[in-house]
Each structure stands twice: as C-alpha cells, then as structure tokens.
C-alpha cells in the first residue's frame, strides 16, 4: 500500500478531480426542463355551474337562509370557493324564520363554506329598517361578525339620519357596529 505521505501533491489532487467529476456526472445526469407545471382544471374551471337559483341553506337542519343569483359557480379548490360573478341576493333568517336582514351585492364570493366577500354595489337591509350602503363587505359567519375598509353609509329607518364613514365593524344582525372616521348629517327645522 502506497503511504499518502509518500505523494501529497497528487492525493489532494486527486481527490479534488474524483470529487468535481462526481458533481459534474450528478448535474449533467438529470434533464432540467425549463416549463411551468401543468394547470390542474379544477383550479381554473367551476366544478358546477348553476343559472337563475333560488336555494335555501340549512344550519343544523334549520333553515337560516336563502340565496337568489343569476350565476353561481362552485370551484373544488382547496379551500372550496363559491362565485356570483352576476349578482346576489340573500336572506338571513332567525329561528322563527323573520328575515333579520337582507344584502344585495354585484358580486360575491364565498371562501371555505365561511368567509363571504361581497364587491360593488354592497346594500344591507336589516330587521329595525336601517340601511347599509357600501362598495365592499365580509362576513365570518363563524364569527358572526361583519366588516368593511371602504367607504360606507348607514342610513337611519324613518329619518333623514346619516352616518359615513371610512371603515366599520359590527355584528352579524347589523345592531352593533363600530365605524372610523366617521361623519355624520341629521336634517334640522329650517329657520325661516
């Protein structure tokens, strides 16, 4: 056997030439392709499409809502997705089935079976008669929470009472809500 102390110079070397050419064969064995995988259709394309639906939704056996939309498309995506990509309309009803309120939105959307998003022309209607108008809203139905952080207005029933502001939070009946930057216009007796 060859001492290595013998040749120092060329067991270094040689090393260093068995270990480049081991790195060299691993990075020239495999075939780097330089495309994009696959498109899975079920992230881009609607698993059912359904048109002109008018469908009640229960909760634990009780009916709580009703949902009316022209288009209503449901994606298999992880986490599931439902698309109103031409309006709704929906209801929420109490447990004696009295419409606590209701919200028309141009578009919607519905995230996990839980978190609804609604864009355009968002109006809330609820059971006391007053009115929400804002251009974007969710809903936790989880939390039983609702939210917007855009511009809103909430117009008392009966009055001419008005209430802007920037962004607001509030409960899920619409009662109890909390609004930043706020404004508000409550019409007076004219003085004549």
């Known amino acids: 056997m ?30 780097h392709e330089h495309i994009a995988p696959a498109i899975d259709p079920s992230d881009s394309l609607p698993m059912m499409t359904a048109h002109g639906i008018s469908n009640l939704i229960s909760d634990s056996g009780i009916i709580s809502y009703k949902i009316i939309a022209e288009d209503w498309n449901i994606y298999t995506t ?38 609804w998003e609604l864009r355009g022309r968002v109006v809330i209607l609820n059971r006391e008669g007053t ?29 001419d009472q008005q209430l802007e ?11 109890n809500y909390r609004i930043t930057n706020s404004a508000g216009f409550t019409p007076g007796d004219m003085i004549q």
Not at 18 to 30: H, T, W
């Open 2 to 31: 060859v001492s290595p102390k013998a040749y120092p110079h060329i067991s270094h070397w040689a090393v260093g030439a068995l270990l480049l050419l081991f790195a060299l064969n691993i990075g020239c064995s495999r075939t």
């Open 78 to 115: 992880v986490p599931q997705k439902w698309t109103f990509p031409k309006g709704l309309f929906l209801e929420k009803f109490d447990s004696t089935f009295h419409v606590e309120w209701h919200v028309q939105a141009d578009t919607a959307f519905c995230h996990d079976n839980r978190l």
């Open 131 to 159: 009115l929400f108008q804002s251009e974007e809203l969710f809903w936790d139905m989880n939390a039983h929470e609702m939210w917007s952080n855009l511009f809103m207005r909430i117009t008392k029933p009966n009055t």
């Open 165 to 175: 502001g920037n962004r607001f939070r509030s409960n899920e009946q619409m009662t």
